[in-house]
Structure formats: structure tokens, C-alpha cells
């Protein structure tokens, strides 16, 4: 028969335990920190590279020919003119605006049940209609 532990070898158990999960944790965060000082070194080594290549000019006046885009404000009118006029979905329907899909399902969700917009499916056969 096996002896029975006694209380404290139950509670040095649980101690052991304990130390273990803490070590694994320690180990954990430690190998965090190395993989962001990787990081760093590899983000210093790409722009020294980007640096002797001169790729930072060619970045740079790339940059300055985008410029920045600017927000387009739509309306609901706009979006229910949209959908009668064969836009189905919210990437069609900010296509015919200009505006981005995200702005248009934001606007629809807001306003459109008031517009009388109503959706039809899900995901891929999903449809934008106005009653």
C-alpha cells in the first residue's frame, strides 16, 4: 500500500506548482522583451539598407505625389438613388458615391430603415434594397 501524504506534502505540492507556473511566466516575458529588441534590430537594419540603396528618396516622393484623401460626406438620398439605380451592395453602392463601403454601411445602418433600405442574404449573396 502506497503511503497516504500528509497535509504538508500536499501544500509543498501546491507550492511546487506554483514556483513552476511563475518560472513559466518569467520565461515567457523574458522571451518577449528579445523578440522586441529582434524587432528593433531588424527595423535598424532595414532603413540602414534603405539608406545605402536610396530607397528613402524614391519612398519619399511617392509619398508627396498620393497626397492625402479626402472624406467624401454622402447622404441617404444618395444611397437610396444608388440602389435603384443597380447598386446592390455597399462596395457598389460607395463605388457609384465615391465614398468608402465603410462610410455607406455606416449610413445605411444609421439611417436606413427610415429610408425604407432593407438587406437580403448573407456575406456573399448579400443585397441592398430599397422598398
Given at each position: ?15 511546487y506548482?506554483?514556483?513552476i507556473e511563475?518560472?513559466?511566466h ?15 534590430l ?9 539608406q545605402?540603396?536610396?530607397e528613402?528618396q ?15 460626406s ?7 438613388e444608388?440602389i435603384r439605380g443597380g447598386a ?9 458615391l465615391?465614398?468608402?463601403a ?29 422598398r
Amino acid at each position: 500500500m502506497e503511503p497516504v501524504p500528509t497535509p504538508s506534502t500536499l501544500d509543498q505540492i501546491e507550492e511546487y506548482k506554483k514556483q513552476i507556473e511563475q518560472l513559466k511566466h518569467r520565461a515567457v516575458l523574458e522571451m518577449k522583451v528579445k523578440l522586441a529588441e529582434a524587432r528593433a534590430l531588424v527595423v535598424q537594419f532595414q532603413d540602414q539598407i534603405a539608406q545605402y540603396t536610396g530607397e528613402i528618396q524614391a519612398k519619399a516622393s511617392e509619398g508627396a505625389k498620393e497626397g492625402k484623401k479626402t472624406r467624401v460626406s454622402i447622404t441617404i438620398e444618395q444611397i437610396v438613388e444608388a440602389i435603384r439605380g443597380g447598386a446592390y451592395n455597399y462596395r457598389t453602392v460607395a463605388a457609384k458615391l465615391g465614398a468608402s463601403a465603410q462610410n455607406v454601411a455606416n449610413k445605411v445602418q444609421a439611417e436606413g430603415k427610415k429610408a425604407g433600405i432593407t438587406s437580403v442574404g448573407t456575406k456573399a449573396s448579400f443585397r441592398l434594397l430599397v422598398r
